[in-house]
Structures are given as C-alpha cells and as structure tokens.
C-alpha cells in the first residue's frame, strides 16, 4: 500500500537543531503537531525533515501548522508520499540541497477515482486474503473516498490548484516505459515537479529546488537504487494553462 494514503509503523523523532529550525526524521502520524508545539520557540523558522511518507490526515495537520506559522521547510534526504503531498505545499519556503528528493505519488483523489477493480488488485498485492478480499476493497473504497474529500478541502483552503493532485496520472503512464530500462523493474514511480510548474500550474511558490535539472538524466528522470525508487520529471506533462 502506498505510504501517501496508508499509515506507517513507528513514529518520527524531532529534535531541535539549532536556534531557528527542528528537524523531523520518520513518518508523519498522528500528535506531531503536539511534539512541534512543545519544542518550538519564538525564534522557530524551519522544519528540516526526511520522512517517506505517513498518515494523510496527520501530514494536513502538520502543513496547517506550517502554513499558520509561516515556517520554511528544509528537505534533508526526502520528502515522499503524505510529507510531499501535504506538508511540503503548505511551507512558507522550501529548500531542496542536491543531496535530497521531492517525490510525490498516487493521491486519494487518484485512488478513489481508480474503482474498486483497482483497488482489488493492490490489495491482491498487499497480501490480502481472498475470503477477505471483498470486505477489504469496501472498507478501502470508504476511506478512500474520506480522504480525498479531506484532500480536495485541504487544497481548497491552501490556494493549491486540484491539478497538484491529479497530474500524478499522466507522470506515472509514461514512467512504464522507463522502467523497463533498469534491472529493478518493480522500481516505486514518484513525480519531483520542478519549481517553475510548482508555482505556475499549482500556486506554490518560493521552492529552491537546487540542482534538480542537472540531476534528472536528459530525457527527464532519477534513479534511486537505495530507495529502488525512479523519480520522474515534467516531461509526461502539458503546459498548464
């Protein structure tokens, strides 16, 4: 199951590190505005996290804390799944080092759009039994449907465009093909969009996104074999209107 829409085992740990910033390390779940809360002072300006992904409506309470404070947020290593789908538009400024990924994936708005045949066959995947297998593809469909609701309402109130959430499709049709060019053909698809389609087609602006270019191989994708992760570019993508 993808870590943008399910939950993840453990939690993060935070701690300050430095006059002006925390840093974040593991999954967004639920009570981690608490903890930011409890070690913030007045002279906090920056999130810096590495975090692959967590619970959705976790990582929309953490970018609502963000955006209310007016935080940057520093990308150490990575910002996947629930971190790049909630946390990362709601930052006042984001800084991405050459050293780290910005990699989105399948949103609930996506999901719930797919029907249950779909989602029957990644719970297939996921292990699920067969005699449970109906059961489990309702209830999925159900909370699905909850999220990409709370998705659509969360985008709404961010000024962030739907496309953000939706461009997703066409990002992970062309990566197929790529796929096919590595050893790792199972490799998971995420979509770093560059900072001027950020701020162009989607309304999110100030993100620093380093050496972006210059690391996506010329015809537009990353290949992460630590993480068996390919990264994709814009170039599956339409000028945005």
Same mark, same amino acid.
């Given at each position: 199951?993808?870590?943008?829409?399910?939950?993840?085992?453990?939690?993060?740990?935070?701690?300050?590190?430095?006059?002006?910033?925390?840093?974040?390390?593991?999954?967004?779940?639920?009570?981690?505005?608490?903890?930011?809360?409890?070690?913030?002072?007045?002279?906090?300006?920056?999130?810096?996290?590495?975090?692959?992904?967590?619970?959705?409506?976790?990582?929309?309470?953490?970018?609502?804390?963000?955006?209310?404070?007016?935080?940057?947020?520093?990308?150490?290593?990575?910002?996947?799944?629930?971190?790049?789908?909630?946390?990362?538009?709601?930052?006042?400024?984001?800084?991405?080092?050459?050293?780290?990924?910005?990699?989105?994936?399948?949103?609930?708005?996506?999901?719930?759009?797919?029907?249950?045949?779909?989602?029957?066959?990644?719970?297939?995947?996921?292990?699920?039994?067969?005699?449970?297998?109906?059961?489990?593809?309702?209830?999925?469909?159900?909370?699905?449907?909850?999220?990409?609701?709370?998705?659509?309402?969360?985008?709404?109130?961010?000024?962030?465009?739907?496309?953000?959430?939706?461009?997703?499709?066409?990002?992970?049709?062309?990566?197929?093909?790529?796929?096919?060019?590595?050893?790792?053909?199972? !490799?998971? &698809?995420?979509?770093? %969009?560059? $900072? @001027? #389609? =950020?701020?162009?087609?989607?309304?999110? !602006?100030? &993100?620093?996104?380093? %050496?972006? $270019? @210059? #690391? =996506?191989?010329?015809?537009?994708?990353?290949?992460?074999?630590?993480?068996?992760?390919?990264?994709?570019?814009?170039?599956?993508?339409?000028?945005?209107?």
């Amino acid at each position: 199951m993808m870590a943008g829409v399910t939950a993840l085992a453990g939690a993060a740990d935070f701690s300050r590190t430095g006059s002006d910033s925390i840093t974040m390390r593991g999954p967004v779940v639920e009570g981690d505005v608490d903890k930011l809360r409890q070690l913030a002072t007045p002279a906090t300006t920056v999130l810096r996290i590495n975090s692959a992904g967590g619970e959705p409506q976790a990582a929309m309470l953490l970018g609502r804390y963000l955006r209310q404070r007016q935080w940057s947020l520093a990308i150490d290593t990575v910002c996947a799944g629930s971190c790049a789908l909630y946390v990362f538009p709601a930052a006042q400024h984001t800084s991405i080092p050459d050293t780290a990924v910005l990699a989105l994936q399948e949103s609930a708005l996506l999901r719930a759009q797919e029907g249950p045949q779909h989602m029957r066959r990644s719970l297939i995947e996921a292990g699920v039994p067969a005699e449970e297998l109906e059961r489990e593809t309702a209830a999925l469909a159900v909370q699905l449907a909850q999220v990409a609701a709370l998705e659509a309402a969360f985008a709404a109130e961010l000024g962030i465009a739907p496309a953000f959430y939706l461009d997703f499709r066409q990002v992970a049709a062309q990566a197929d093909g790529v796929r096919q060019r590595f050893p790792d053909q199972e !490799a998971a &698809v995420y979509w770093w %969009p560059g $900072a @001027a #389609r =950020l701020q162009r087609c989607y309304g999110i !602006a100030g &993100v620093d996104e380093g %050496p972006r $270019a @210059a #690391r =996506l191989a010329p015809d537009g994708y990353l290949y992460v074999p630590a993480l068996s992760a390919l990264v994709m570019g814009d170039q599956a993508l339409q000028a945005c209107p």
